[in-house]
């Protein structure tokens, strides 16, 4: 009788320890992601396709919804900069605002940057998903050359590699905004 009483016990502890878990979101879960991107360069007024670049956001250590890190981990010029964000607003970056990168030491301007759902349709496996897009500017860029603003715009990541080659090209893109004032590399 007793071993039945230790079996009931036991099976009624593990039970009760199966319960469901649910995992937390961090503050800025709207804007965090990976993101596969083309970066356009100004050149007399028009938008020219420049590269692919993968850039991550994610939240900042205060996990605030009013700060992300926006990271292309090294894979076009070099850009990890701690953003004015607003979760809430899907939106980063502030015009006229330098932030220092992480990387090079480099002052960078980054605005109008935003994240609209489901705004984009991934190339290779045609999934809808989320579009982001941002302007940058760099202080090391010479500014009597060609570029010296850069419009960035992607999609979130699907996982399905057939995503993961060559970003899109079929952008609507915005007009070429005024260049703003930065200050030389801060070093």
């Known amino acids: ?3 039945i009483f230790t079996m009931m016990a036991l099976v ?6 199966c319960s469901k878990y649910e995992v937390g979101k961090t503050a800025t879960d709207k804007l965090a992601g990976d993101w596969m991107c083309t970066v356009y360069y100004a050149d007399e007024g028009a938008w020219v396709p420049d590269a692919p670049a993968s850039y991550r956001t994610y939240n900042s250590a205060a996990n605030v919804p009013s700060e992300i890190w926006l990271d292309d981990q090294e894979s076009y010029w070099g850009t990890k900069v701690k953003l004015d964000a607003s979760n809430s607003a899907m939106t980063f970056g502030e015009r006229g605002k330098e932030y220092l990168d992480n990387y090079n030491g480099v002052a960078q301007i980054i605005w109008d940057g935003k994240v609209t759902m489901d705004a984009a349709v991934a190339p290779g496996s045609g999934t809808k998903c989320d579009k982001i897009e941002f302007f940058i500017a760099f202080s090391d860029d010479d ?3 060609y570029a010296s603003v ?3 715009v992607g999609y ?3 996982g399905f590699p057939e995503d993961d080659s060559e970003p899109s090209l079929e952008w609507e893109l915005p007009a070429v905004p005024e260049i703003p004032a930065i200050t030389k590399p801060l070093e």
Not at 12 to 17: E, H, I, K, N
Request: net charge positive; hydrophobic share 45%; glycine share 0%.
């Open 143 to 145: 500014p009597t050359a």
């Open 150 to 152: 850069y419009y960035v």
């Open 1 to 3: 009788m007793k071993k």
């Open 156 to 158: 979130r990541a699907t």
């Open 12 to 17: 009624a502890a593990v039970l009760c320890s």
